[in-house]
């Protein structure tokens, strides 16, 4: 082989690595990031502005944010729509089923004016007439300039979900890019999402509450036992797929978590990273606890306690 051929194969090994290595570098820059502690800016800065709309993204943002967390139904013509409720109630002006309407028809509704009403000392005018958003939407302002905390509902209420998720996620480059991790209730969601990209970071979230007869406490979809009753076997199950959990802390004003909980999790590998606080103190014990990161609805208080 002549030289010139051996110069050509390795400019061309080198072109075909380079990328691949730059990606690792990414995704381990994310993993790196996410064992620091991370603002998760909860539906936004949904504290001072109409959840999942541009001021409340754009708030989160200028209030030192790490993640903006989105959460996504589908739209009767297949579309990745922003919004938490399944149903369009209480945040628009519209009433029924968000998967049973049409991408247009969602555009049509009013989902910040209800803001105005529930929260008049945060008003503005300002707020009347945002848009539902789309995922598509939401990537193509921001692109890979923010990292987005994304939850999937149940396969069961959205089949085609995971898979079209992943496949926006991989054509927008922001998997390799290390910009999303990916968090759900449903073990059934998160495995699926594991099985199609093993490189997005995923949370299992889970809600602890008591029981119907009230002598002890239960997880919803029953991920897990009871916290006082979690095995480390139980733990390292859920970190065969992801890299965190994500629990409640309190049901009713009674703690349904504590710092062993958060050691025990640490132990085995597992970020923690707790929903949703926006009390100060309350922010204060978790840090103190030791937590990896918190949902809120209101950065700037987590901002000043982290800075």
Not at 146 to 152: H, S
Request: proline share 5%; net charge negative; aromatic share 8%.
């Amino acid at each position: 082989m002549n030289t010139a051929i051996r110069c050509s194969l390795a400019t061309l090994a080198l072109g075909l690595t380079a990328p691949l290595a730059a990606q690792a570098d990414a995704l381990e820059q994310q993993l790196d990031d996410l064992q620091d502690f991370q603002i998760i800016a909860h539906r936004g800065a949904s504290g001072h502005a109409p959840e999942h709309t541009w001021p409340s993204y754009e708030k989160a943002r200028e209030m030192g944010a790490d993640y903006l967390e989105l959460d996504l139904h589908m739209s009767a013509d297949g579309e990745l729509m922003v919004i938490h409720d399944d149903t369009l109630d209480r945040t628009t002006d519209g009433t029924g089923q968000v998967k049973a309407h049409t991408l247009a028809e969602l555009k049509a509704l009013d989902v910040g004016g209800w803001f105005n009403q529930a929260h008049p000392e945060r008003a503005d005018e300002a707020f009347t007439g945002a848009r539902m958003l789309t995922l598509d939407e939401v990537i193509d302002r921001y692109g890979t300039d923010v990292r987005y905390y994304i939850e999937t509902k149940s396969p069961e209420r959205y089949p085609e979900l995971q898979h079209s998720l992943v496949e926006t996620l991989e054509a927008e480059g922001l998997v390799e890019s290390g910009s999303v991790a990916i968090q759900s209730f449903s073990q059934d969601s998160l495995r699926q999402i594991h099985d199609l990209n093993a490189d997005i970071p995923l949370v299992q979230l889970v809600w602890y509450s008591p029981t119907e007869d009230g002598n002890g406490l239960t997880e919803w979809t029953g991920v897990t036992p009871p916290p006082a009753e979690i095995s480390d076997a139980d733990l390292q199950a859920i970190a065969d797929y992801a890299v965190g959990i994500g629990p409640n802390v309190v049901y009713d004003g009674e703690d349904v978590i504590d710092a062993g909980f958060v050691e025990q999790a640490h132990d085995n590998g597992l970020l923690v990273h707790p929903y949703t606080i926006n009390d100060p103190e309350q922010m204060q014990r978790l840090l103190d606890w030791g937590v990896d990161g918190m949902f809120t609805n209101f950065p700037d208080r987590l901002s000043e306690l982290v800075e």
